[in-house]
Every structure is written in C-alpha cells, then in structure tokens.
C-alpha cells in the first residue's frame, strides 16, 4: 500500500526538498476562493496546483523538515484525523517524487555542520 503506516514508519524520518529556479517556479494564489500553490515545472513544461494539505506539504518540504514534523503540524489542526493526514503526507510525498518534484536531503558527513545537501 503506497499510503498506508508501514510506507510512513519507512520514511517519517526523512527530509525532502522541493526543486527550485530556474526550472521549477512556484506561485501562491487564490483559486475559486481557496489558496493553492501553483508549480510549474520548465524542463518537462507541465503545470501543478497544491490545495489543502498537500499545499502545507509542499510548503513544509524545505530540506529541514522531517515527514514526521510535516505530519505533526498538520495533526495539530486536526489531531482526530491523524489517520487521513498520514495518508495525504504519503501520497503527496509519493506524488511529488514520481513528478521529479522534490530530491532528498540528507545529512552532511562534513564532521564541520549539522546541515543537509540535496542529492
């Protein structure tokens, strides 16, 4: 199962990046009365749209951010859906990846920071 708790407990720990400039260009804006984030992605010139959770998602995966911590905000909002919140963090890490969207961040082994770098 692609959403379900065995795929989070593998990968709650992980961080991801959204891709950038110049080939990604991201856009925040109202459609049909609610926020979205508009993604579009220059090498394959395709366009997507982020609503609801997904766009708290996108907006969280910035290299720092475990999926557990992303997970947690958004549970805080709702605690009695944490259920369906696992599911939609799932799906739209999954998403996100298939669309070469995000990269994983990992830990630097520079022994200097406790940063990440992209790969």
Request: hydrophobic share 35%.
């Amino acid at each position: 199962m692609l959403d379900g708790p065995d795929v989070y407990l593998k990968i709650k720990d992980l961080r991801y990046v959204r891709r950038t400039m110049p080939e990604v260009i991201t856009r925040s804006e109202s459609d049909e009365g609610q926020e979205c984030t508009f993604v579009y992605d220059d090498l394959q010139k395709k366009l997507y749209k982020f609503k609801g959770n997904a766009r708290t998602i996108w907006d969280m995966l910035d290299g720092e951010s475990t999926i557990e911590m992303i997970t947690e905000k958004l549970a805080e909002a709702a605690p009695d859906e944490r259920i369906v919140i696992v599911k939609d963090v799932c799906k739209t890490i999954a998403s996100a990846g298939r669309k070469g969207l995000i990269k994983a961040a990992v830990r630097k082994n520079d022994g200097l920071s406790g940063g990440f770098e992209v790969r």
